[in-house]
């Protein structure tokens, strides 16, 4: 089955302790992306990668690390996490073809930072 | 830089209702236009999508007309059903400009609630 898949689920977790997202897709897409999601802001791009070594920072990279060593690989690093950064993160990854951009979306992670 | 523009929710209604939420947008050059679905507890699923003017996308009775004058893409549809309720997001790609490569621009969402 194609799928995206992101792990943890739901993660509760302390000022300033290191943690990683994982996120892994199985349909040999090119691109992936990090988002947030927030109340009333809709989703904001963390991070995209075009292709293995290739990455960029989205609208509101501060305080997120990404890396993209493998092709279904797309981890995010939170090295020192705050408070602010308690949100919803899906993952999401595309297959570019011609003028059209069809993104498939992980399940999300929860994330609480105390 | 691009951005979306969706009215707020929650929108809620009763079953057999017609459904219009609205999403306006900015963008440079052409973009191609989307509407996500976020059921409870899922990641989001293409609904629709429009990539040049005068498209209609369309999908399990919903529609979208790409309307270039009133950059405009406005969701529809003629009788809702409890399993509609869901939030719903309006999206644009731009592949032109500073954001090409920076795929999609979401609205804030709308919350669709659906009564029996």
């Known amino acids: 089955e194609a799928q995206v898949t992101q792990n943890p689920r739901y993660l509760i977790t302390v000022t300033g302790k290191k943690l990683t997202v994982t996120c892994s897709q199985n349909m040999n897409h090119e691109y992936m992306s990090w988002y947030r999601q927030d109340p009333g802001l809709g989703l904001r791009q963390i991070y995209y990668?075009?292709?293995?070594?290739?990455?960029d920072k989205g609208d509101v990279p501060e305080g997120y690390k990404v890396s993209r060593k493998e092709k279904r690989n797309f981890p995010l690093i939170l090295e020192s996490p705050s408070p602010n950064q308690t949100s919803l993160y899906f993952c999401?990854?595309?297959?570019?073809?011609?003028?059209?951009?069809?993104?498939?979306f992980g399940p999300g992670t929860r994330l609480t930072v105390t | 830089g691009d951005s979306v523009t969706q009215m707020e929710g929650p929108v809620t209604l009763s079953e057999e209702a017609f459904l219009t939420i609205n999403c306006t947008y900015t963008a440079t050059g052409y973009p191609s236009l989307f509407w996500y679905v976020q059921y409870p507890g899922e990641g989001l699923q293409l609904l629709l999508k429009a990539t040049k003017a005068d498209d209609k996308g369309s999908n399990k009775g919903f529609e979208a007309t790409y309307r270039k004058e009133t950059t405009s893409f406005h969701l529809e549809k003629g009788s809702v059903q409890v399993s509609d309720s869901a939030v719903y997001f309006c999206?644009?790609?731009?592949?032109?400009?500073?954001?090409?490569?920076?795929?999609?621009?979401f609205g804030g969402g709308t919350r669709l609630m659906v009564k029996p």
């Open positions: 999401a990854s595309s297959l570019i073809r011609g003028n059209s951009y069809e993104q498939y």
């Open positions: 999206a644009l790609s731009d592949r032109v400009g500073a954001n090409a490569g920076n795929m999609l621009t």
């Open positions: 990668s075009m292709n293995v070594e290739v990455t």
